[in-house]
């Protein structure tokens, strides 16, 4: 009886465990099925439900800055990129709406910073650096005062 216990509670175990990493990946991918049907708040659950069991999922925050950038939440959608970036630094998408943030809010001392740091992890978006530089140098008040 005693083995007996022991194998159901074992399997038992091994199933939940199962479970929750499948359900784990289930979130992100029906999260991001909504997403692609601009769904979004029902996408933004199902992200943040993923975060819930994976905290470490740069991808679903990335995403929630994607829709808080759609809703207009600048706040919300900053706080998710730097979200990402603390996970994975080199994540270009994230470095460019950064970079689209402050170049919004002016700082262009920290889109040099991120073009920068873009520049050199650069895979698929390298054209969107060079347009902001180039937007940057048309907007950025030049120093002849010396």
């Not at 706040?75 to 998408?93: A, S």
């Not at 650096?129 to 940057?136: A, E, P, R």
């Amino acid at each position: 009886m005693n083995k007996l216990t022991k194998l159901s509670l074992i399997i038992f175990f091994t199933i939940c465990v199962k479970s929750i990493a499948t359900s784990k990946e289930n979130f992100f991918n029906q999260a991001l099925e909504l997403y692609n049907q601009e769904k979004y708040q029902d996408a933004r659950f199902l992200f943040e439900r993923n975060i819930v069991f994976n905290p470490n999922d740069a991808n679903s925050y990335l995403y929630l800055a994607k829709i808080y950038k759609y809703e207009k939440d600048q706040r919300k959608e900053e706080y998710n990129l730097e979200t990402t970036l603390l996970i994975e630094p080199n994540n270009e998408d994230a470095i460019l709406m950064m970079m689209q943030i402050a170049l919004e809010k002016s700082n262009y001392e920290k889109v040099k910073d991120l073009s920068e740091r873009f520049s050199k992890v650069c895979n698929k978006l390298c054209n969107e650096n060079k347009k902001i530089q180039d937007s940057l140098k048309n907007i950025q008040p030049e120093n002849n005062e010396s």
